[in-house]
């Protein structure tokens, strides 16, 4: 089976918004063992639109769209996607009682345009939309298959892992199963190199790598008869990447650097408190976003300023005349403080030149980490690249990471 990813928009034409769509069914209809060789952007226009889908349809078994299914007279995907299949739009009574639902718990009136969105095309499938008004549809043809799902990332993420995906599973003969190891403080090409013996050399399971912004990924992806008998062929090839990355690797599947260290500390019962300088928030935010980790997590501090430093966390004054506001020894000085003075357990503290530009002599990327757990200080020098907020990021990433492994020790 292959399939063409088709974006509906305007929006997406013109810049207004970036094709997220488009990258995260991608990677899960690779997942799948889908063939995806080409992804087409096309606009709120109804003889595009079809020219785009005939097009799609002559190259793919299946097309995946992602927009155009809202009430306004510019949504036009399912349309289209009817008037391809010559199927009638048809009143789906359960689809409107979900939206007049929908509307009901946030307390607003619905209008009636929206009664649009559950006109649906005979004989489709409809997909629930828990997060928004837009019910997801897929018409199956004799040989060509079209799934239609609405345009904003938080509905069609959870409507493609939910339902998408299953549905397109439950077409293909056999398993392909994939397994992601997600690796932190080791560069793409280091990676690649290291496994390079396993990319060239394999090919089914095959190991393929993945870079991302802060980190970068394998995949490992096997097809069998069964779903078993796949993941059986994966798991030597796992157990040999362990081997040879150890503790760099930090998670599997998607699971990010924050829930990780947040899991742990929760698993060990370790208290935490955060100090930030460059990262301005950033460290703290995301280990927000774990729930639970009010069991461990003290507090949050943002020390920007060289007197919060002094006053807030108890930097010797003279630690930053001599050394610096950006330097080893506050960032030290720094997680020490934040721990003590929270009455946690460990400590941890960015400090560095996020830019534009050098500061106080100390040039843009350099930022120092800092972490301290029963009674021991360790400090990290980074050398970081990008443009004011990627830095920010990658310095709050790599706080993190650090932070884990110093955890592991416990």
Known sequence: MNAEILSVGTEILLGDIVNTNAEYIARGL??????????????DNPERMKKAMDIAFDRADVIVTTGGLGPTGDDLTKEIGAE????KLVLDEETLVRIKTFFDKMKRPMTENNVKQAMIPEGAVVMRNDNGTAPGIIIEGESKTLIMMPGPPREMKPMFDGQVKPFIASRLSGAIVSRTLRIAGVGESAMEARVRD?????????????AKETEAVLRITASAETEKEAEEMIAPVADEIY?????????????????????????????????????????????????????????????????????????????????????????AEMAEGIAKTSKARAGLS??????PG?????????????????????????????????IRERAAYSALDYFRRKILLD
Do not use: M, W
């Not at 050098?358 to 980074?382: C, I, Q």
């Open 243 to 331: 081997k040879r990355f150890g503790e760099d690797v930090y998670a599997e599947g998607e699971t990010s650097i924050q829930e990780t260290v947040a899991r742990l500390l929760i698993e060990k019962g370790i208290s935490a408190a955060v100090a930030e300088s460059c990262t301005g928030g950033l460290v703290a935010s995301k280990l927000i976003e774990y729930p639970g980790i009010s069991e461990v997590l003290v507090e949050g501090a943002v020390t920007y300023s060289n007197d919060a430093k002094i006053r807030r966390l108890g930097v010797k004054k003279e630690t930053i005349e001599r050394f610096g506001a950006v330097s080893a020894e506050t960032a």
């Open 358 to 390: 050098p500061s106080e002599g100390k040039p843009e990327g350099l930022v120092y980490v800092g972490v301290y757990f029963d009674g021991k200080t360790y400090v990290k020098e980074l050398h970081l690249a990008g443009k004011r907020n990627v």
């Open 350 to 355: 960015t400090t560095g030149v996020a830019g």
């Open 84 to 87: 391809y299949f010559k199927r």
């Open 198 to 210: 396993l990319t060239d050399g394999l090919k089914n399971p095959t190991v393929a790598p993945y």
């Open 30 to 43: 690779a997942e799948l063992g889908v063939g995806v060789y080409y992804q087409t952007v096309v606009g």
